[in-house]
């Protein structure tokens, strides 16, 4: 069937067309009925000859979409914002944030929210086009993405989903058929982002700075309704929401500390309140493990470093509470003693995530409080004698102790020997214990050159290397064959790895 003949279109003022709707969309945009400070109408600028490079199908039919239907011209129309699907109201979200410590207006500058798909189960996933040209938030930016930055983020926040950390999620990338001025020429490139949301703290933030209460009140009723529909009806609502934003961002970052994934750019635009991880830039994925671990070429104080990544996360829920404040209590010292509260309760939260995270990796299912010292021994260990991060996990759980420099080492033989007798001192097998470690230790992530490696083909027009890279990254607890050549860390002749603000 030739979808192209199929469809009827007819264009509006903007450029854009409308077409019938094969493909499933269900779209409402909820966000736009909020008070219109927190967003600007503004359609995706038309593109030259949109193509989709990289398809997430398995995605689609759970947003209950058609995948063939969005194959060829209709899809890449779409993705390429030349075309909004029906129930699609294009905006531009404004929102603040710390960048690098330092408060500044921002707002959606090169993307719009389409608004929310609806899937069969009646939940809503924003369906975002980033890239998609010049919005008022611009500055002096233009609005577009490149292919390799859009590629890395899909690879990434896929991998993500693979390894179960929340995220938001990729379902298309599709080349612009126009080029982009970096330091040099690059191919034009759209990501069509899903996620839970994209409300940020920095929403929050710029709500608190730049409206009244009363917008800020119906940005939290909002969030709280698509997020945390439970604290609804509490006596004092905004406050347990924050405490659930605050218990919610500690997993997270707790589950990013559990596979040695650096974020790069925490900054408060780049936290979501539902609790997903957003924004791929300068991330990356440690080798050898190291706290004091940075790619970012912008984060020259570790700012954002590994070991850093839980006080940031304190940090920035600092700043949400800030920005909550006049709904917390009318009292305004009251408001802050019941933030203050709420925020001394991260530490202890994030650590209880950190360690029974841990005690899974080590295949421990009870608890006993010296798991913490066993948990930080071990760290220290792996941190002194230079160990690769997944591959010390890995070798643990399949009991392969003869390879790596640590495992011949006498501390480690006496940290080992403490490790079996906790072990032993539980109820469960050793065949329960290789299971909960298989689980929760990945077979692979997604090493910085093997994606540079696909990456650098996928730019040159070679898919083949990024799909077998993202077959292999949904599956990270298979431990299968064709996992193994994707384990080994980088060659040490390698250079330093350096990640740049994705653009
Ligand atoms: N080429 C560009 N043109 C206009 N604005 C831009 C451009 N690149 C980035 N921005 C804006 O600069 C700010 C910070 O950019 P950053 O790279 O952190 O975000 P992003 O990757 O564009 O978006 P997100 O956080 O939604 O993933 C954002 O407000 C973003 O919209």
Redesign the pocket.
């Known amino acids: 069937m030739n979808m192209k003949n199929e469809r009827r279109e007819r264009e509006d003022k903007g450029g854009n067309t409308m077409t019938t709707n094969q493909a499933g969309w269900k779209i409402d945009n909820s966000y736009s009925r909020l008070p219109t400070i927190f967003y600007s109408q503004q359609k995706p600028t038309p593109v030259k000859s949109p193509e989709v490079v990289i398809f997430n199908e398995s995605l689609a039919e759970e947003l209950g979409l058609n995948p063939e239907a969005l194959q060829d011209d209709e899809g890449a129309a779409i993705f390429g914002g030349n075309e909004i699907p029906e129930g699609g109201t294009p905006l531009a979200q404004a929102y603040a944030g710390h960048q690098f410590g330092h408060f500044t207006m921002?707002?959606?500058?090169?993307?719009v929210l389409l608004g929310e798909q609806i899937t069969p189960d009646g939940e809503r996933f924003d369906i975002q086009l980033?890239g998609s040209g010049?919005t008022p938030?611009?500055?002096g930016?233009?609005?577009?993405?490149g292919l390799g930055p859009m590629l890395r983020e899909f690879i990434i926040s896929e991998a993500m989903v693979g390894l179960g950390i929340p995220t938001t999620r990729s379902l298309a990338v599709t080349t612009t058929g126009e080029q982009i001025i970096r330091e040099t020429m690059q191919t034009g490139a759209i990501l069509t982002r899903v996620a839970a949301s994209?409300l940020r703290v920095g929403t929050f933030q710029f709500a608190a700075n730049w409206g009244k209460t009363e917008d800020l009140r119906a940005l939290a009723d909002y969030a709280i309704e698509r997020h945390y529909p439970e604290v609804d009806g509490q006596e004092n609502r905004y406050l347990s929401f924050l405490k659930k934003v605050i218990k919610r961002q500690a997993a997270l970052i707790a589950k990013w500390q559990h596979v040695g994934f650096i974020h790069g750019?925490m900054?408060t635009?780049?936290m979501t309140i539902s609790g997903e991880s957003?924004?791929y830039?300068p991330c990356a994925f440690m080798d050898t493990y190291d706290p004091a671990t940075v790619f970012s070429s912008i984060d020259r104080d570790g700012r954002y470093a590994y070991g850093n990544q839980p006080y940031i996360g304190g940090w920035n829920l600092s700043r949400f509470a800030e920005a909550l404040l006049p709904l917390l209590h009318e009292d305004e010292d009251e408001a802050v003693k019941l933030a203050e509260e709420a925020l001394s309760e991260f530490p202890e939260i994030f650590e209880a995530e950190f360690i029974s995270g841990m005690r899974l990796k080590l295949g421990i299912f009870n608890e006993e409080k010296e798991d913490k010292s066993l948990i930080s021994d071990l760290l220290n260990l792996m941190n002194e004698h230079k160990a690769d991060f997944t591959n010390t996990f890995k070798a643990l759980t399949f009991d392969q102790l003869e390879g790596s420099e640590m495992f011949q080492a006498v501390d480690f033989t006496k940290w080992h020997g403490k490790w079996q007798e906790r072990l032993e001192r539980q109820e469960q097998s050793k065949d329960d214990v290789h299971e909960l470690m298989r689980d929760n230790n990945p077979g692979v992530i997604p090493r910085n050159h093997r994606v540079e490696e696909a990456l650098n083909a996928a730019v040159n027009g070679d898919l083949s290397v990024m799909v077998k890279l993202l077959e292999v990254l949904a599956n990270p607890f298979e431990h299968s064959a064709e996992q193994a050549e994707y384990c080994k860390p980088a060659p040490s002749t390698a250079r330093p790895y350096r990640t740049f603000?994705?653009?």
């Open positions: 921002l707002g959606d500058g090169r993307a980033k010049r938030y611009s500055r930016g233009d609005g577009r993405a994209h750019v900054n635009d780049n957003i924004d830039g603000c994705g653009t």
